[in-house]
């Protein structure tokens, strides 16, 4: 009996890492689909194996779970990771904004990265900082070409298990494989052992770098609906609100919008509170609004 961890699952069989042997194909046992339970990515297992030569077994035991994500479908993620370019391309911050919403929504930490910076220079990327220095989330900036940040970025990977996102053309491959540089050959063993190119995620995989340390790749996005979401909570998903609201007029029930004597956009005004931030709030708070319910 062996145990692993589940780095990929796709059309039927799952793909376990174990620190003793590798890499096992699997299948679920039919008591997991009778009890409701479906295996995720992330997953801590037990598994019997039924053919050591062609690595395959059978998953006897689903281990007890320290997170559960629903977007993407994993579990046992110690925190999110996700990167823009500080420019070429320039940051959609209101998708940047969107990401943080489901993942505050899920209650996970996140890291934000801003990619590149040698190709925006200071200040654009002093001016990115400043817009979440206060949004409760950690920032850093990197530049593969230059080996700024990497270090510290490398530091809080190290030993955790970390779901890196961000849309096409931001630069993850490259600050993956300045961070890991033997990347390449372990990804590249991992996908002939699974039957697949490199660089064509289209499901959540875990990539174990060593240490402890896993990345899973996911597929790049170019849009997010806030799905799940209802407009009266929106604004406790903005840690900067939070401790401002206490002074508003109307304190728990102020939507920081159109209510009078609010201390957030008091705040705005004093440029406490970054406009890009809240301006997205306001979209954000629109569009929920006017979504149709079924």
């Known amino acids: 009996m062996l145990k692993g961890k589940i780095i990929k699952g796709i059309a039927g069989f799952y793909y376990v890492h174990t620190a003793e042997a590798g890499i096992y194909a699997c299948k679920a046992r039919g008591i997991f689909r009778r009890l409701g339970i479906k295996p995720l990515v992330g997953d801590m297992v037990e598994l019997e194996v039924t053919d050591e030569k062609d690595k395959e077994g059978n998953i006897t035991k689903v281990l007890p779970r320290s997170s559960c994500l629903i977007r993407p479908a994993c579990a046992n993620i110690d925190q999110a990771l996700i990167i823009f370019a500080a420019a070429s391309p320039d940051p959609n911050l209101n998708l940047l904004d969107r990401f943080l919403l489901l993942m505050r929504q899920q209650d996970l930490d996140t890291i934000i990265c ?8 200071e200040e654009q990327t002093a001016r990115l900082v400043d817009i979440y220095r206060d949004s409760g989330y950690r920032v850093l900036v990197t530049s593969v070409k230059e080996k700024q940040g990497l270090d510290q970025l490398r530091a809080l990977l190290d030993g955790r298990t970390t779901a890196v996102a961000g849309p096409s053309g931001v630069g993850k491959s490259s600050l993956t494989n300045a961070l890991y540089p033997d990347a390449n050959m372990q990804t590249g063993a991992i996908s002939e052992k699974i039957g697949r190119g490199r660089h064509t995620t289209r499901h959540a995989e875990l990539f174990y770098l060593g240490s402890g340390t896993y990345l899973m790749d996911t597929p790049g996005f170019s849009t997010i ?3 799940g979401f209802e407009k009266e909570e929106l604004r406790f998903y903005y840690p900067e609100f939070t401790s401002l609201a206490q002074d508003c007029r109307f304190q728990n029930d102020c939507s920081h919008i159109s209510e009078p004597d609010c201390a957030v956009k008091k705040a705005l005004e004093q440029g406490r509170i970054s406009r890009s931030r809240y301006d997205n709030y306001k ?12």
């Open 114 to 121: 801003f990619n590149k910076e040698d190709l925006a220079g």
């Open 225 to 227: 609906y806030l799905n």
């Open 283 to 294: 979209l954000f708070y629109e569009e929920i609004a006017g979504m149709r319910k079924y």
